[in-house]
């Protein structure tokens, strides 16, 4: 790369950054400029130990040469081809190892750009789905609080985290939402999955009841709740929407953007938890983070729902230029030949016992309210300081990227899932320097 590129520019003030506290940054900013497996290099030269995978995506870990090959030869070979109405043999094969890896049934791909897209995608899926069938008054869709189903309409509509849907107006109408399932004072400091709160489940049967089963098409939900904190489902709490959704006809959604390849130790978050959805959204590792990418899963008999009609007719109005982009899916298939060359599915549950042992010795760290873990996932739960929230692990944050270890933190709760190659030794260095951050920080 040219080295002015990898220069800090005279002025930040262009760029308007995602999700970021825009004038703290800017004052003071924190950028990367390279990186290499488990590590980032700062602008100054240091290395940070990345304890989130980028953004739960880096899966493999940073700058691997397969993906980076597969990505340079591709973009000389063919950069792009029209997504629709063409194909290119690279967006096909990949459909077809990604179909081969996922849970009994999902037999069919639709390519997306992001979590946000698959999300906008599947529940388009759905409601489609119905109408396909002729049972097209089943339009209501089903939530749940805390969810994270990205940041476009139907998303945020879905979605329960209210700073992300408070300034945006009235919303997809004919939602409504299951109650989340964090219940403190039950299941604190729970390694794994928790006892408490399979019921909550059957909330759903409340909400199916008031609007009557025939109006409501799918419920979306995380296998594991990651933006909002890290919420683990109580044990049976997946299973129970399972049944309920059959016994009426309604889908199931599993939004695994975050839980999908390899994140809890099994390929997707539905193995884990021996639940398989109708419908599954996919991003972030599908790629290994690398190129933006989604891919959303269907069940054969969603997909053959819409194969009918005159056979010239398109038969879903749905898709993006960039659907099944040709170096997104070079990227994504030597992604997958990483993973399985390296048994990086499953490596999250070798080191989960390691893992659960390491968060749960900061118990006794100063203002340490819970903690929580599932695969290769935790979370740190801290009191808030009063009447300043969320400033308590932002200042965690800061002083553990000044420390050389990248965490995330949402509210005032630190959440933790690092590339799946991390080493034990890693593992310690991550706690030690997080002992170190709860004891300085106020
Ligand atoms: C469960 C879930 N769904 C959707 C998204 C949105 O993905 P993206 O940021 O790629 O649009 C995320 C992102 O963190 C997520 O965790």
Redesign the pocket.
């Known amino acids: 790369m040219p080295d002015r590129l990898n220069k800090r520019p005279n002025d930040l003030s262009a760029f308007w950054m995602p999700f970021t506290a825009n004038r703290q940054f800017k004052q003071a900013p924190r950028m990367f400029v390279g990186a290499k497996d488990m590590h980032y290099t700062t602008e100054d030269g240091r290395q940070v130990l990345d304890g989130t995978s980028g953004?739960?995506c880096v899966n493999a870990g940073h700058c691997r040469p397969k993906i980076t090959e597969a990505i340079q030869q591709q973009a000389a070979e063919l950069d792009y081809a029209p997504a629709f109405q063409m194909g290119h043999p690279i967006a096909f094969e990949f459909a077809n190892r990604l179909v081969d890896m996922a849970p009994e049934g999902m037999d069919h791909v639709f390519f997306t750009n992001?979590?946000?897209?698959?999300?906008e995608t599947a529940l388009k899926i759905a409601l489609a789905y119905h109408r396909a069938k002729g049972d097209g008054s089943r339009f209501r869709l089903i939530g749940r609080e805390r969810g994270?189903?990205?940041?476009n309409f139907g998303?945020i509509s879905v979605g329960g985290i209210v700073a992300n849907r408070k300034m945006f107006g009235t919303l997809l109408t004919g939602v409504d939402h299951l109650p989340h399932t964090h219940l403190p004072e039950q299941n604190s400091f729970t390694r794994g999955e928790p006892e408490h709160g399979a019921d909550l489940a059957d909330e759903l049967g409340r909400i199916v009841t008031l609007h009557d089963a025939s109006t409501v098409a799918a419920v979306i939900v995380?296998p594991v709740a990651?933006?909002t904190g890290v919420l683990i489902p109580p044990k049976g709490y997946l299973k129970r929407l399972r049944e309920i959704c059959d016994k009426h006809g309604i889908l199931l959604i599993f939004?695994e953007?975050?839980t999908g390849f390899g994140r809890l130790g099994t390929p997707f978050g539905a193995d884990y938890f021996d639940v398989v959805p109708d419908i599954m959204?996919t991003?972030?590792g599908v790629t290994n983070g690398v190129i933006p990418m989604?891919a959303v899963f269907a069940k054969k008999e969603i997909h053959d729902a819409f194969m009918n009609g005159p056979e010239h007719l398109i038969e879903f109005f749905h898709g993006y230029t960039y659907s099944g982009n040709p170096i997104a899916c070079a990227a994504g298939l030597a992604t997958l030949e990483t993973y399985n060359e390296e048994g990086l599915l499953t490596r999250g549950a070798e080191l989960a016992p390691y893992w659960e042992d390491a968060l749960h010795s900061l118990k006794d760290a100063p203002n340490v309210k819970d903690i929580r873990n599932i695969g290769l996932v935790g979370a740190i739960e801290l009191e808030s300081i009063a009447g300043e929230p969320t400033k308590r692990a932002f200042s965690a944050f800061l002083k553990a990227y000044e420390k050389g270890v990248l965490i995330r933190t949402t509210g005032d709760i630190i959440a933790l899932s690092p590339p799946l190659i991390i080493e034990k030794g890693q593992i310690d260095e991550i706690v030690d320097c997080l002992r170190d951050v709860l004891n300085e920080v106020e």
């Open positions: 953004l739960w992001s979590g946000s897209e698959s999300v994270y189903h990205g940041v998303g995380e990651g933006s939004d953007v975050i959204t991003a972030k989604g």
